[in-house]
């Protein structure tokens, strides 16, 4: 028995199980059942402590930090609304296209000039 010993020692053939694949498939498989229980767990206890914590804000009428964010940023762009400094909108209708506000204004300059003028501008 020790000449066999001394052959997987000097790196001969090892004996193989040949249930060895099926016992590494088994034990990965416990690892990932293993795993899944411990997030199911830590999220059941998130989720309590979540509940305990909406009870306090609720009792004494603290805000998340995502709806305090949300209200600042309402009370900014509210206050902003009148303001020289607030964001650039989309343009109005009526104020996109220059020529349309080029021949306008030559129209209304005409309009008012003496019929002989007008005539003249007109051609």
Known sequence: GATKDMGKMLGGDEEK???AAKKEEERQEALRQ???ERKAKYAKMEAEREVMRQ?????????KKEEK???AQAALEA???GSLTRP???IPP???DEEEEEESILDTVIKYLPGPLQDMFKK
Do not use: S
Not at 57 to 63: L, M, N, P
């Open 79 to 81: 206050n902003a609304e």
């Open 34 to 36: 293993e795993e899944e």
């Open 69 to 71: 964010e949300a209200e």
């Open 88 to 90: 650039k909108k989309a």
């Open 17 to 19: 199980d040949p249930d």
């Open 94 to 96: 009526g104020c996109g």
């Open 55 to 63: 009870g306090i804000r609720d009792k004494y009428g603290i805000k």
